[in-house]
């Protein structure tokens, strides 16, 4: 048995793999990795994957990146971790004060979680609790767009829109209102995608002006709804949005988990719009795709009306491994990166670079809606395959690509060290793919 064998074998009978019908291995192998080195992915028997989507949008300066190793090692012989109640340390505090003076808008405090889900729990918990502490009780209802993701705790799931994960839960959910999604794909003819985002933006006024007195919250991914399929829009939406939020007292919590960290062109996506929300959540990428970390940013505003001489006014939330000293330190080493290599600016020449490479794939007769924001590329495959999606993901592992299509959607979403080679084989290949089709 190959050592490749051994451990497929061995993960499907102990392990229980997340967003998976496990009974799909019986013909489709679990794919066992050994080891990771900048975009690369090797498993057991010599065979190699390019990272085209930053093993789940986590991963920003490929895998095991020697400044980020070195970070965490140096905070393996300090600290590994202690509890945040009554407690701090260095990295907790050095990253809170540094994404405070990198986000947009007095956004003073942060508190952490884990994975994003625990991020939005707490972004809707804490909306909720600011309008209670002022008074406001009625304030227990969410909007988020069409088609919007968001996590699948039970939360997380109630502003979520997509079916496959929703369906299932929905008894035990929350019902919350969706508004029309600003997907610039959505125009009709003689629309441009500011057209679209200001057709959106009328919804969401006529909801909030008809229900704002119940609402606590809009939640949005701001400029790509990613699970959804890459759905990006105009950053009208978002100047918008901030308006009618001011305008009918309801918070802005932007869920930036996928999109944060230079994704979308921008360190974080709202800087686009030039707008600040009541709340920035924030993981996924914050470490590199190292540890898993995640944090919500709340505005001084926000901060203050929990500060009181009764406990019950103060956000009595918490996960052990909150502010985790390890994630914080490759998160420090995250900033450190971004700081000194430039990334932002040097992405924006690699994206103009690798869109000239993907030319070809953008021309395919049977690629449509080929897009791009900032460090992600989107199409639709016109296909009749049912089981593209399945049937794509394994013709990509066969020529060393790891792809996961959303449906039709193909997306790269490549950690940023990528070399133009790297990318120019990643295109190339994914059109062949896409010919076979
Ligand atoms: C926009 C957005 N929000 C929240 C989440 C949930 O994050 P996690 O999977 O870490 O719980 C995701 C995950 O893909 C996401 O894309």
């Known amino acids: 048995m190959s050592a490749n064998a051994e451990w497929l074998e061995r993960s499907r009978r102990a392990v229980w793999h997340p967003c998976t019908q496990m009974k799909a291995h019986e013909t489709l192998p679990l794919v066992p990795i050994a080891r990771g080195d900048g975009a690369w992915l090797h498993d057991f028997d010599g065979r190699r994957y390019l990272d085209a989507v930053g093993s789940w949008w986590v991963n920003l300066f490929g895998h095991a990146n020697p400044r980020i190793n070195a970070a965490v090692s140096r905070q393996l012989s300090e600290l590994e971790h202690v509890l945040l109640a009554g407690f701090t340390h ?10 405070a003076a990198l986000a947009p808008g007095p956004l003073g405090h942060a508190f952490y979680g884990s994975d994003g889900a625990s991020a939005i729990e707490i972004a809707l918990k804490m909306a909720f609790h600011y309008w209670k502490n002022r008074g406001q009780t009625a304030r227990t209802g969410f909007v988020s767009l069409s088609g919007s993701y968001h996590g699948e705790t039970l939360g997380a799931l109630s502003v979520t829109d997509v079916p496959i994960f929703r369906d299932t839960y929905a008894p035990l959910l929350h019902r919350h209102a969706t508004v029309p999604s600003p997907d610039a794909r959505a125009a009709i003819a003689g629309e441009s995608a500011r057209d679209v985002a200001e057709r959106a933006a009328r919804g969401l006024d006529a909801h909030l002006a008809r229900h704002h007195a119940t609402i ?9 709804q990613g699970a959804t399929g890459m759905a990006m829009y ?26 944060g960290f230079g994704r979308t062109g921008t360190l974080f996506a709202c800087e686009q719009a030039g707008m600040a929300p009541d709340f920035l959540c924030l993981s996924k990428g914050i470490t590199g795709g190292y540890l898993p970390l995640s944090c919500v ?6 901060y203050d009306a929990f500060y009181a001489d009764d406990a ?28 000194d290599d430039d990334v932002i600016e040097v992405n924006r020449a690699k994206a103009a670079r690798w869109t000239a490479l993907a030319a070809p794939l953008a021309g395919h007769p049977r690629v449509r809606d080929f897009r791009r924001r900032g460090m992600i590329w989107a199409f639709e495959v016109d296909t ?31 950690p940023y060290v990528v070399t133009d080679d790297e990318f120019a084989l990643l295109a190339g290949r994914t059109r062949d793919i896409i010919d076979a089709a």
């Open 312 to 339: 019950a006014r103060g956000f009595l939330h918490s996960h052990s491994y909150t502010g985790n000293a390890l994630a914080c330190s490759a998160a420090l080493a995250v900033l450190d990166i971004f700081r």
């Open 90 to 99: 260095r990295p907790v505090v050095e990253l809170s004060e540094r994404l």
């Open 216 to 224: 606590a919250a809009l939640i949005v991914e701001p400029l790509v």
């Open 297 to 302: 940013l709340a505005t001084d505003e926000i």
């Open 384 to 414: 009749d395959r049912p089981d593209f999606a399945r049937w794509c993901f394994a013709a990509g592992l066969a020529r060393e690509l790891l792809l996961r299509p959303i449906g039709r959607t193909v997306y790269f979403m490549p």
């Open 234 to 259: 105009d950053p009208h939406y978002l100047v918008r949005a901030r308006e009618l939020c001011t305008r009918y007292g309801v918070l802005l919590i932007a869920d930036e988990i996928m999109t």
